[in-house]
């Protein structure tokens, strides 16, 4: 689902308030093949500094492709989940030439921004239930209209010919569950924020975002200790939620209250679903560069009584032997550009 006009591409590029990830997949059999693959390590733009030059994040982009090989000009992107609005809306049969303005009508109603600032795109969903329904259900995603001419702006700084963009969470899907049709919750903890999405039948059922990520975890290690922000972050990854026995943990007890929001919001998205549907969620499905936090996946298992793992973005790619570790190591921060790229294979 995105935005523009779909093509094929095999080029996914992911840009984040921190840094840029970028994968290259070809067709091999019919099957995807990791070509080339790629990612900022030392941006020095983070926050609104970096989120809002253009010029800066253009050049990233274009190192990042020039390191890794990538000559690929046609890519696809990602809008951030948290940036863009979207609901199941319910619009009773009519003409087709009035569906547009029928669906403009309903869209004013949930989205609580002018219309005439936002881009809609929508998609009708199946009914596959036996439950009988009047009308149809749609797919409603709006965004907002100055993020993607700022994202426009970015790749034709950077001399790229950007084929279509989709919101993030639809590249978590097809890269982290593939055709599982049963409701997941995908839970991303990125550098900035956390976003926290109910998936049923590959689609997003509901999603929430909250101001905490791995940075603010960071930053709340670095004040409590009174120490600098690189040596916050090696003993958040040194220690993670472990060893709570002691009460000299520190670090993990931080860690443990930091993460107290990200917890409450998923039990409030579970609970929401069961109450709507007297269904229940079958299993957690992590991403983003913090879920690796030492101890995270039992911690989240526990609390929450659920089975939780670890999602591989690579499962679903044909990827060369020998740097398989290397690959499972940063999976998690590349399953957003891999989801990307394997957007029109099929």
């Not at 690959?327 to 399953?335: A, F, H, Q, T, Y």
């Amino acid at each position: 689902m995105g935005f523009f006009q779909k093509e094929t591409s095999y080029v996914g590029i992911d840009i984040g308030i921190n840094g840029v990830k970028v994968v290259e997949l070809a067709k091999k059999d019919g099957k995807p093949v990791l070509v080339n693959y790629g990612f900022s390590e030392d941006v020095n733009f983070k926050g609104d500094a970096w989120s809002n030059d253009a010029k800066k994040i253009a050049g990233v982009v274009n190192k990042v492709c020039d390191d890794s090989g990538i000559k690929n000009k046609n890519v696809v992107s990602a809008l951030p989940t948290f940036a863009v609005f979207s609901s199941i809306i319910n619009i009773p049969e009519v003409a087709k030439e009035d569906l547009d303005y029928t669906i403009e009508w309903e869209a004013k109603k949930v989205i609580p921004l002018p219309i005439e600032d936002m881009i809609l795109d929508w998609k009708k969903i199946e009914n596959k239930t036996d439950v009988v329904q009047k009308g149809s259900n749609y797919l409603l995603t709006g965004a907002p209209k100055t993020l993607v001419k700022k994202q426009l702006d970015i790749f034709r700084e950077a001399g790229l010919n950007l084929l279509s963009l989709e919101t993030e969470t639809f590249s978590l899907i097809r890269s982290l569950l593939g055709n599982n049709k049963s409701a997941v919750i995908l839970l991303e903890i990125g550098a900035g924020t956390t976003d926290v999405s109910l998936i049923e039948n590959a689609i997003p059922i509901f999603s929430r975002s909250i101001d905490v990520g791995g940075d603010m975890i960071t930053k709340t290690i670095s004040e409590h200790l009174n120490i600098g922000l690189e040596r916050a972050e090696q003993f958040k990854y040194d220690l993670g939620i472990v060893s709570m026995e002691s009460d000299d943990n520190i670090v993990p007890k931080l860690i443990m209250d930091a993460l107290s929001a990200v917890v409450n919001e998923i039990k409030y998205v579970i609970s929401m679903y069961e109450n709507r549907t007297g269904k229940k969620a079958e299993k957690v499905v992590l991403s983003g560069g913090s879920v690796l936090l030492p101890g995270l996946t039992n911690y989240l298992a526990k609390v929450l009584d659920m089975n939780v793992v670890i999602g591989d973005p690579w499962s679903f790619v044909v990827c060369p032997d020998d740097i398989r570790p290397m690959l499972n190591e940063i999976g998690p921060r590349m399953s957003v550009a891999v989801g990307l790229a394997l957007r029109n294979f099929k």
